[in-house]
């Protein structure tokens, strides 16, 4: 047990927090502990009885049996690939747009009377997560199909089209535009370069409080391709030159050299 629980400790805090909520709501409808329609968002509940809590819940509630694992596995992934590299050490930053995220959610769903936001918020992670991957990433849809990382977004609401019909198709490309606004808004669209948001997008001291960043990290680097490329996940080396057999027996790594040149 004490090992279970240090494998949990080391998984990012919002990744532990988004995975064990969709858990725990899940979990709690499907064992029947909590009635189903008591979690769903339904509008007069939230905004003329103030039932806040409907506000968390709508997002975290799966549909359960197999299609819940993958989801589930989907939502991991995305998470840790972003909260472990693209927002390495903003953690803070991470969780203060996720809630703008949900907000732009709720607002893109709203025509369509959305009662569950899991899907929407699904397709906005993988948006984002597939366009801060690294050009030309692949990826593999649990080991059965592998595709250029670009397309996953796109792939996935044609699953929903084809598995659940165009109502839940519509939630996930409402989820994809927020997903899509979030990366072109705070990333600017494309490596190396800065949203018209981003100066905006820090989390608050609290937030940091919250997440256990007592110091604030620097803010990334608004331009630059090692910093795009830092960005998307990569860690940048500088290129290895050959050994230098009079003066040395190790390695000259070298200084300045341009990425990539021979």
């Known amino acids: 047990m004490d090992q279970l629980i240090a494998e949990i400790k ?8 988004v995975c064990g909520s969709s858990l725990g709501v899940t979990l709690s409808v499907l064992m029947g502990a909590v009635a189903p329609y008591s979690v769903l968002f339904v509008k007069d509940y939230v905004f003329k009885k103030f039932q806040v809590w409907r506000l968390y819940t709508s997002f975290f509630l799966g549909g ?24 390495s050490g903003r953690s803070a930053d991470l969780a203060w747009q996720l809630i703008w995220a949900c907000v732009g959610i709720i607002g893109a769903t709203w025509p369509l009377r959305c009662f569950v936001f899991t899907k ?9 997560y597939s366009s801060l991957a690294p050009p030309g990433a692949m990826t593999s849809i649990m080991g059965l199909v592998t595709l250029p990382i670009k397309y996953y977004p796109y792939v996935m609401i044609g699953l929903d ?44 001291q609290w937030m940091r409080n919250l997440v256990g960043e007592t110091n604030a990290p ?13 960005r998307a996940g990569i860690h940048v080396q ?15 790594w070298g200084s300045g050299r341009r990425l990539g040149s021979d």
């Open 161 to 204: 089209l084809l598995m659940a019909g165009p109502q839940v198709a519509a939630q996930s490309v409402a989820g994809a535009v927020v997903g899509h606004a979030w990366w072109w808004s705070v990333w600017g669209g494309e490596l190396g370069s800065q949203g018209l948001l981003g100066a905006y997008s820090r989390a608050p």
């Open 10 to 17: 080391k998984i990012p805090p919002v990744t532990r927090f």
């Open 120 to 128: 929407p918020l699904l397709a906005c992670l993988i948006y984002l």
């Open 238 to 252: 500088a290129p290895r030159q050959a050994p230098q057999p009079a003066t040395t027996s190790g390695y000259n």
């Open 218 to 230: 620097p803010p990334p680097a608004a331009g630059g391709t090692a910093a795009g490329l830092a």
């Open 64 to 87: 359960g049996g197999i299609n819940y694992i993958f989801e589930f596995v989907m939502l991991f992934r995305a998470m840790n690939d972003l909260e472990s590299r693209s927002y």
